[in-house]
């Protein structure tokens, strides 16, 4: 990785003004032209303050004598290196924030909404039997019906990153960045750790036309749909087949009509990483009917499933009371985005402190960099995942 120009980066931020200058800083940083850990916070400093070199000296008390006295019209400019750092620590918690061990983040549904909950109406399903349009016969008008599902209120989440005085004079640039990298990884993993709760039925949001639910049901629960399979551990592809089998008999509320489910997902704990690679990516499959003494080898019918394994998904799976043993035999198959969605008020956030606050004086703190995310995660229909256990 070629060394920073600190010098060409003030020219280019005097030239280009601030916007551009951290839009291009953003942009290299998320293709991965830069990585945060090519910056120095004093050589930052030094290149971006107006007068830095003695800007960053003025950061020992000594330099001043006994008593430091600011006069008016003394104040510092210290906004292009705020500006320039202030991307380099978004950068970093974003990094984090985004960690790829964070797999329930990236399957469940997104759905951005300024309310604290919402009721998300559900078109009006149409009987089949009202398509047909007879001559000169109005056509049917299909329109939102009152089936709703309501979804929970949103939380917000945040930490916040200090840079001190001293962080800045002794250029403890890699501590910075390692507690910019701890908040977002905190924050991310708190929320993977709320999508999978959710996930796996820990628990339990659904609350359709005022009625709450559980998200699974077993055969024997007498519930208004089957989508939990005990007995049934992830062993090959007709492990697979039986849990399909239950998204056949998936049928609309309202209508009693099918539910047109295709499942395109699995999600194991890490347990069965290497049992769901080998089922799932298999070239062929071999099998023989009962009491046959030959073997009919095929391709491979799993082979278009999205496997994905989740060291959290085991965690949460025993914080929720089940036996590590037991916990290790999980496994989930379905349509996570039609099932769950993160409702979000809004996205990883990163706001910065003003100049010369009151924290500069009390505890020597330049500047801060608070990060917060709001949302909450919620089912839409459980009817598009099966859970399975041994």
């Known amino acids: 990785m070629p060394a920073i120009s600190y010098r060409e980066l003030r020219r280019r931020y005097d030239l280009d003004g601030p916007q551009k200058t951290v839009a291009h800083l953003a942009e290299a940083l998320q293709q991965g032209h830069l990585q945060p850990e090519d910056f120095s916070l004093r050589d930052l400093a030094e290149a971006l303050i107006p007068d830095g070199h003695q800007w960053v000296k003025t950061l020992d008390p000594r330099q001043a004598g006994p008593v430091t ?26 990094q984090a924030y985004q960690h790829e061990a964070f797999i329930a983040s990236r399957l469940v549904q997104t759905i951005p909404t300024r309310f604290d909950s919402e009721k998300l109406p559900a078109m009006a399903s149409v009987p089949d039997t009202l398509t047909e349009v007879h001559p000169g016969m109005p056509y049917p008008q299909v329109g ?27 250029d403890r640039t890699h501590l ?9 990884q905190t924050l991310g993993r708190r ?21 709450n639910y559980n998200t699974y049901y077993a055969a024997n629960d007498n519930g208004p749909w089957v989508n939990a399979l005990g007995q049934n551990p992830l062993q090959d592809w007709i492990s697979v087949d039986k849990a399909e ?6 049928k609309d509320p309202i209508t009693n009509e099918p539910i047109l489910i295709r499942p395109n997902t699995v999600l194991v704990p890490t347990a069965l990483r290497h049992t769901a690679r080998r089922i799932f990516h298999a070239t062929t499959i071999t099998f ?22 989740s060291q959290l998904l085991y965690q949460r799976i025993v914080a929720s009371g089940v036996s590590p043993t037991a916990a290790e035999t999980w496994w989930f198959l379905g349509d996570f ?8 008020n809004w996205p990883l956030t990163v706001t910065q402190s003003a ?19 709001r949302g909450t995660p919620a089912v839409l229909d459980p009817r598009y995942v099966v859970r399975c256990t041994a």
Do not use: C
């Open 288 to 309: 023989s009917a009962d009491g046959s003494p030959s073997a009919t080898t095929s391709p491979n019918p799993l082979a278009d499933y999205r496997v994905f394994d």
């Open 69 to 94: 006295l600011l006069e008016a019209g003394d104040a510092v400019d210290v906004t292009a290196f705020l500006n320039v750092i202030g991307q380099v620590i978004y950068s970093k918690i974003l």
């Open 144 to 170: 939102f019906g009152e089936s709703y599902v309501e979804t929970p209120a949103t939380t917000k989440h945040g930490l916040i990153v200090p840079i001190t005085r001293e962080a800045i004079f002794f």
């Open 337 to 344: 985005a039609r099932a769950f969605a993160y409702m979000e």
């Open 176 to 184: 910075v960045l390692r507690q910019a990298a701890e908040v977002g």
């Open 191 to 211: 929320k993977e750790s709320r999508i999978l709760d959710v996930v796996l039925g820990a628990v339990n949001t659904y609350k359709h036309n005022g009625v």
């Open 355 to 373: 100049p010369g606050s009151e924290a500069d004086f009390t505890q020597d703190i330049v500047v801060r960099f608070k990060a917060s995310e």
């Open 245 to 250: 089998k239950l998204f056949a008999q998936m």
